[in-house]
């Protein structure tokens, strides 16, 4: 018998006859439903008497399965009969004598006994021993809660035999010393992949921001956790510190440096995959262990059946949950890929699994892309998984795997249904879906293509570049690798995604860049020119450039003829001076990122060198002028161009991706930004961190009605900040710290959705206005470090936090509003 409430307490409520069986049969099965994890009700301290206690009462309406033993004196005892009654809601005629004027209640115990006998049962005549009757129940008790379990829809997406771990964890963070107490909390989200992706400082300096108390996406060279600044700081505070998925000890070990020196009570908590990882630096190794029979009864049956679920004989789930030994991504993808299949289906599984002996995951999971029905669905599943090392976007993976013929969004959508991909959320930067592959799954996709051909040549893909050297010879790190000096013959105008990181040629082939290429990557590359043809390529599919770190990149070329480029990554090219020509009329361009090109001057000094290419005429004379023809048109050309951009009030929007949402300019040469820059309606962010050389801002930044988001942090040579002349409603958070900035106008009021302000270590700020209280969505001041502040205005009402650490001249203080 089953209760429908929704806050149930008890797995089991058992019913028995004290004086029969408490001692004996009773308790050997309370004892193996407790040693299978089942919590179970059984009234041991609880006084009896002649009526059902409340708390009794409460436990049979909070438990999810009640069983009932029937023993010789069972209706003998009034409680056995109100235990009965309370699940059955009818009776039983019993005791009359003793309750001649209640017979009302007697009548309902006959009905409730006579009714729970025709219930199919077990009967201890049909077993031996008494353990195999024990064995028997348990085993039918854990095939039937799942199944009730599914009737709390609240249920759904919790995490199944996770509070066991919690508990233990927490005894562990706790043990030794006082509980922590966190003050704040920093979670530096799958470390291995950020590693991979932007490298150790980058984490080092993430986690110190957030400890510190600055926005995590603030790139300030300064913050280091071993300046006597920040570990003074870092003293003061208690704090917990997650390090997911750290995979090398030198990670570990380079996170770690310097955290020894936290408060009393921080704790750091580092999930990895490699025990060894641990070793050397870990208090305490704690084992996630795989889910025990219950649990994984529970999460197998949420995802394999559903209310049109056809039944299946409770041998074959027991049979799938033991394959599974545990492993919650293998009970989830089987249980979606079983889910509403006929029993046959079911059977025809069971057998596919017979056939691999041993109970690795990857054997598990390949069950799931061997029942998946459409080649198409497969080869889909098969390019995910050697394309993406990470997550991706939904809109990218199309773009890339339509062949204009495919039902791409349909096959993904059936992949992310078998849960062979998950939906984590939206893209940072595009309204997207944000999707991700498990470890597990894609290395399984991966031994499938191995698998073809023992000759990687034959394979229907290549994904490691290790299997595409020559001859297989490798020194260390580095492998041979054979470059036909005619590689555009072997470029398919049918490619639609490039990538080779570390791309060893100074271009690429210039006479035949596929058409249909969606996306081209060269990270870390040694171009020095994408191209040498002067020829303007036509991309119409192009939507996504990465050369970030090729630091021999001098030039970009022209790309007016790429349409629908959205996002360009030139990040750490050192040597490239010139962007702004090549990037013309790129309506869908939203993505712009600049940061650490430090030979990327201010916009009007491509000007000054197109007058440099005027000089040939003036002092090269006729004969070198007919020698440069060519040059000199080109300079004419880009001449030209220029007028268009330092014109009075260019329209900048006219001209250059006028849909630009995120400009990323820090760390460039960059003097001056010219009015025009004013002029891009849909720009959401701007940052021009560390541009050391920039020395004022326009006033037309006020245009950009749409920014949010201003990082000038380090700009030291920026004095002034600009009149902002009319109302910013969007942009909500201002970095100034580290800069020259000597005070803020009386226009900042016109910010008026400003919610964080940060101004710290500006060594020549001074002063705030009085203005300031007029910023009614102002939360957040930063003022640490400012040795010159020294008067505080009046402040609004919506102030949250106001910190003036080290303000060595601050002299009074105005009112804080409370």
């Not at 009896?48 to 003998?76: C, H, M, Q, W």
């Not at 996630?288 to 049956?301: G, V, W």
């Not at 030039?555 to 750490?572: F, H, T, V, W, Y």
């Not at 030979?599 to 197109?610: G, M, P, V, Y």
């Amino acid at each position: 018998m089953a209760s429908s409430s929704l806050s149930l307490k008890h797995d089991v409520f058992l019913s028995f006859r004290g004086e029969d069986t408490r001692n004996t049969f009773v308790g050997y099965l309370y004892a193996a439903l407790s040693a299978n994890q089942i919590l179970t009700f059984m009234d041991h301290e609880l006084e009896r008497g002649d009526e059902i206690s409340p708390t009794l009462s409460r436990a049979i309406k909070e438990s999810k399965i009640s069983v009932i033993i029937f023993s010789e004196n069972y209706a003998s005892s009034t409680w056995c009969l109100d235990e009965l009654e309370g699940s059955y809601k009818v009776a039983f005629a019993s005791h009359e004598k003793s309750f001649r004027d209640r017979m009302e209640k007697v009548n309902q115990w006959k009905a409730a006994l006579t009714e729970a006998s025709n219930l199919c049962g077990l009967d201890s005549k049909d077993f031996g021993p008494e353990n195999r009757l024990v064995q028997k129940i348990v085993e039918d008790i854990s095939l039937k809660l799942p199944k009730h379990l599914l009737l709390d829809e609240h249920i759904k997406g919790h995490l199944i035999g996770i509070e066991k771990h919690i508990k233990e964890i927490e005894w562990l963070l706790s043990n030794g010393t006082k509980a922590v107490h966190i003050i704040g909390c920093c979670f530096l989200w799958n470390v291995r992949e950020e590693y991979a992706r932007f490298g150790l400082h980058h984490l080092r300096r993430k986690l110190l921001s957030n400890l510190l108390n600055v926005e995590a996406n603030v790139k300030m060279d300064t913050l280091d956790v071993t300046s006597p600044f920040n570990l003074d700081r870092l003293r003061r505070k208690k704090v917990l510190i997650v390090l997911d998925d750290v995979d090398s000890s030198i990670q570990l070990d380079a996170l770690v440096e310097g955290y020894r020196q936290l408060a009393c009570g921080s704790r750091i908590v580092v999930s990895t995959r490699n025990k060894q990882v641990l070793m050397k630096e870990a208090d305490y190794i704690y084992k996630l262990e795989r889910l025990n029979p219950i649990e994984s009864l529970k999460l197998f049956h949420l995802h394999a059946f559903g209310k049109n679920s056809t039944a299946v004989d409770n041998k074959m789930v027991l049979e799938v949950t033991n394959y599974a030994n545990g492993n919650p991504l293998a009970l989830k993808v089987l249980g979606s890929f079983l889910c509403s299949r006929s029993k046959n289906d079911w059977e025809s599984a069971l057998k596919k699994l017979k056939r691999f002996p041993n109970l690795e995951i990857q054997d598990v999971l390949r069950i799931s892309y061997e029942g998946l029905d459409d080649k198409r669905i497969k080869d889909t599943f098969l390019d995910v998984a050697c394309l993406f090392d990470s997550s991706f976007t939904r809109d990218h993976a199309e773009s890339i795997l339509d062949d204009g013929n495919s039902s791409i969004k349909v096959e993904i959508s059936v992949l992310i249904e078998k849960c062979l991909i998950e939906d984590i959320g939206s893209h940072m930067y595009r309204n997207d879906e944000l999707l991700w592959m498990h470890d597990l799954l894609r290395q399984m996709g991966r031994a499938i293509v191995r698998d073809e051909d023992r000759e990687p040549g034959n394979r229907s893909r290549l994904c490691d570049a290790m299997e595409i050297s020559e001859d297989d010879a490798y020194v260390g790190n580095k492998f041979k690798l054979s470059i036909p000096q005619d590689l555009d013959s072997y470029l398919s105008n049918k490619l639609r995604s490039f990538q080779w990181d570390f791309y060893p040629l100074k271009s690429l082939p210039s006479n035949s860049i596929p058409e249909n290429l969606v996306e081209l990557v060269l990270h870390c590359s040694h171009v020095e020119k994408l191209w040498n043809s002067r020829k303007v390529q036509y991309l119409p599919v192009l939507r996504r450039i990465d050369l970030s770190c090729s630091k021999f990149l001098s030039q970009l070329p022209d790309l007016s003829q790429a349409p629908n480029l959205e996002s360009i990554d030139l990040e750490g090219c050192t040597s490239l001076v010139q962007v702004l020509l090549s990037l013309q009329n790129l309506d869908k361009l939203t993505y712009l990122n600049l940061n650490g090109c430090s030979k990327l001057r201010d916009f009007q000094d491509i000007s000054k060198r197109t007058e440099g290419c005027l000089d040939i005429v003036r002092f090269g004379g006729i004969k070198n002028v007919l020698n440069n023809f060519t040059y000199l048109k080109s300079c004419i050309q880009s001449f030209t161009g220029n007028l268009f951009l330092y014109s009075s009030q260019a329209h900048i929007s006219q001209k250059f991706a006028p849909n630009l949402r995120y400009l990323i300019l820090s760390g460039t040469a960059i003097e001056t930004v010219p009015p025009s820059l004013g002029y891009l309606p849909g720009l959401v962010e701007l940052d021009m961190e560390h541009c050391k050389r920039l020395r004022s801002l326009p006033t037309s930044i006020c245009h950009l009605k749409s920014l949010e988001t201003l990082y000038l942090c380090g700009c030291e040579k920026l004095k002034t900040f600009p009149e902002i002349s009319e109302p910013m409603e969007h942009l909500t958070e201002l970095w100034l710290d580290y800069s020259g900035i000597k005070g803020l106008p009386e226009s900042i009021e016109n910010i008026v959705s400003l919610r964080k302000l940060y101004i710290q270590h500006c060594k020549d700020f001074e002063f705030l206005l009085n203005n300031l209280c007029k910023l009614r969505n102002l939360e957040r001041i930063w003022l640490d470090n400012c040795s010159k502040f020294q008067n505080l205005p009046s402040l609004p009402s919506s102030l949250l936090k106001l910190s003036l650490l080290y303000c060595e001249r601050l002299k009074s203080l105005s009112e804080i509003p409370s």
